[in-house]
């Protein structure tokens, strides 16, 4: 079994453990101070709202990852095999699509997100919220 330090005894704790830890101890401060940060109304909807477009978001990102990979590995191969030529007409064509897809995917978000929204169950102010740029 390895063993690892305690990152709570390591000054140059890495970004994403020292924020996790600044959130609890944030948190951890609001609710004994009496929960005033839970009672505030319009944090409620910008959490509702930023919860119906994280699935979408997600999506997207998913979508691009997988093209990079796609296209990582064509790249790669090419390389591999000694072609060089194919290789960069593999990296020129995966900028050329990313680009082409950022595009019609905005477009297309601008145009489809009220309704898609709609359809999760998006009303009032969560969808205002949700559709706020």
């Given at each position: ?13 890495p ?26 109304p ?30 990582t ?39 489809a ?21």
């Amino acid at each position: 079994m390895l063993c690892r330090p305690d990152p709570r005894s390591h000054p140059a704790t890495p970004g994403p453990a020292r924020r996790a830890r600044g959130d609890r101890l944030f948190l951890q401060h609001h609710v004994q101070r009496g929960g005033h940060l839970l009672r505030r109304p319009h944090l409620h909807q910008a959490l509702a709202a930023l919860s119906l477009s994280f699935p979408l978001f997600f999506i997207v990102l998913a979508l691009g990852a997988g093209t990079s990979m796609g296209a990582t590995a064509l790249i790669g191969h090419a390389l591999g095999s000694g072609n060089r030529e194919d290789a960069e007409l593999y990296a020129a064509q995966a900028v050329s699509f990313g680009v082409l897809h950022a595009l019609l995917l905005t477009a297309a978000g601008l145009v489809a997100s009220p309704a898609i929204f709609r359809l999760m169950g998006a009303s009032g102010d969560y969808l205002a919220l949700a559709l706020a740029t």
